[in-house]
Nanobody, 125 residues
Framework: QLRLEESGGGLVHLGGSLRLSCVSS????????IGWFRQAPGKEREGVSC????????SYKDSMKGRFIISRDNDKRTVYLEMNNLTPEDTAVYYC??????????????????WGQGTQVTVSS
């Protein structure tokens, strides 16, 4: 079965950067759209970004546009999320997930069927 594992989270100061990685194993994932989600304390899990399996089309939620960059390397079975100019509002557990389809939209939790365990991102001020 497909498994996903996130890494790269940690503690960063206001304005700093991190790059998260999502590595897949088991069943192939190169034909699947992969999304990033996050969940802050007391908040619902929300979509962050997604990359398709067909043409590499990327999608971002408005608050992440211009700061976050999603990419994938199918040879390494890895999807990345580069995060820049971080603020305390970005503090959350970040998850990657596979949709089960080739395209991303909509980036909503209910449409993604396989999840990693999450990696903590904490932004201090």
């Amino acid at each position: 079965q497909l498994r996903l594992e996130e890494s790269g989270g940690g503690l960063v100061h206001l304005g700093g950067s991190l790059r998260l990685s999502c590595v897949s194993s088991g069943a192939p994932a190169d034909h699947l759209a992969i999304g990033w989600f996050r969940q802050a304390p007391g908040k619902e899990r929300e979509g962050v970004s997604c990359i398709s399996a067909d043409d590499g089309k990327t999608s971002y939620k408005d608050s992440m546009k211009g700061r976050f960059i999603i990419s994938r390397d199918n040879d390494k079975r890895t999807v990345y999320l580069e995060m820049n100019n971080l603020t305390p509002e970005d503090t959350a557990v970040y998850y990657c997930a596979a949709r089960g389809l080739r395209q991303c939209s909509p980036i909503e939790v209910r449409y993604f069927t396989r999840w990693g365990q999450g990696t903590q991102v904490t932004v201090s001020s």
